[in-house]
């Protein structure tokens, strides 16, 4: 049964920095991962997918990378800036036609 | 990019009637619709996937006779919360997959709807 970890579960970092999210799972057999963005009471932002046979997709200060044979993720953020404050979630399809959400960061951009 | 809508975003409901929950593909064609829930604090827990014409696959402990599921077109799945209780009350959210690009595997989620149940 595939399972999705994300590490840290909450992350506070100061206003400028750069930050790595991580994401691990346990099933390598995927078709693809993707990271979102969740505001607080509202829905699902896609921020990234990566198919099963690429290795990273970039999208403006948002990077991240698949390594599928060690099942992990990451989710890099450049320049973090208050408003990247969310919940950033972690997703696999799995070969079962699942998708299977990790728990999340909390990320809080401080000021 | 392809939409899809959620309908209502909030409801509250007594405690023992049925709410239905409405989810649009508007620019695509879904032959694929899956409903999650999530609780405060919580990842999406996957309920079922419904496809169009057919009847919904429910996963491992959700009951199929509590949550109706409805996918009558292409574009419109429905989720009916019956005899609703306190403990339902939740986050709502559907995706659905586009019919003409299902090697990507991709799904499209909607904005969620809150249900309460008091």
């Known amino acids: 049964k595939q399972e999705v970890t994300q590490i840290p579960a909450a992350l506070s970092v100061p206003e400028g920095e750069n930050l790595v999210l991580n994401c691990s799972f346990t099933?390598?057999?995927?078709?693809?991962l993707q990271w979102f963005r969740q505001d607080p009471g509202k829905g699902l932002t896609s921020l990234l997918l990566?198919?099963?046979?690429?290795r990273e997709q970039t999208s403006g200060r948002l990077n991240a990378s698949l390594d599928k044979s060690s099942g992990r993720s990451t989710l890099y953020i450049a320049a973090s800036q208050p408003g990247d404050s969310a919940t950033y979630l972690c997703?696999?399809?799995?070969?079962?036609?699942?998708?299977?959400f990790g728990k999340g960061t909390r990320l809080h951009i401080l000021p | 990019g392809a939409v899809v809508s959620q309908h209502p975003s909030r409801v509250i409901c007594k405690s023992g009637t049925s709410v239905k929950i409405e989810c649009r593909s508007l620019?695509?064609?879904?032959?694929?619709m899956f409903w999650y829930r999530q609780f405060p604090k919580q990842s999406l827990m996957l309920m079922a996937t419904?496809?169009?014409?057919?009847?919904?696959?429910?996963e491992q402990g959700v009951e199929k006779d509590k949550f109706l599921i409805n996918h009558a077109s292409l574009t419109l799945s429905t989720l009916t919360v019956t005899s609703a209780h306190p403990e339902d009350s939740s986050f709502y959210i559907c995706?659905?997959?586009?019919?003409?690009?299902?090697?990507?595997?991709?799904?499209?989620f909607g904005p969620g709807t809150r249900l309460t149940v008091t």
């Open positions: 099933d390598s057999a995927i078709y693809n």
């Open positions: 419904s496809n169009e014409g057919s009847k919904a696959t429910y």
């Open positions: 620019d695509f064609q879904a032959t694929t």
């Open positions: 990566i198919q099963s046979s690429q």
């Open positions: 995706s659905a997959r586009d019919r003409v690009l299902p090697s990507s595997y991709e799904q499209y």
């Open positions: 997703a696999v399809v799995s070969r079962d036609d699942k998708i299977i």
